[in-house]
């Protein structure tokens, strides 16, 4: 006669082998690594960003200054121009009239 052996008749099995409990303990570690590892990477990232933003500001402040010195570089080579003209007018004519506005 055959033994009838019912399949949910096993024992319990409480306690996984030491080979699996390291395993699994080294899923959670090399996991809490992996997150570790990915919010340095985070604030790394977030670091950079903010300085390449600060950089990018003091670019513009920059660009701003040079626009603003070229403005008053075209002035003054604006006025010299015409004090040259009116020099010349005075030489050429004599007329004081000329240099009036200088």
Do not use: C
Not at 19 to 25: I, P, V
Not at 49 to 71: D, F, I, K, P, Y
Request: aromatic fraction near 6%.
């Amino acid at each position: 006669m055959r033994k009838l052996v019912s399949r949910t008749a096993k024992p319990p099995n409480d306690h996984k082998p030491l080979n699996d409990q390291l395993s699994s303990r080294r899923r959670h570690i090399y996991g809490f690594g992996a997150v570790i590892a990915l919010a340095l990477m985070l604030v790394a990232i977030t670091v950079n960003a903010l300085q390449a933003g600060q950089r990018q500001r003091a670019a513009e402040g920059w660009q701003m200054h040079t626009m603003q010195v070229l403005l008053v570089a075209e002035q003054v080579r604006s006025a010299a121009n015409a004090i040259m003209r009116g020099e010349r007018g005075y030489l050429i004519t004599g007329d004081a009239n000329f240099l009036e506005p200088y």
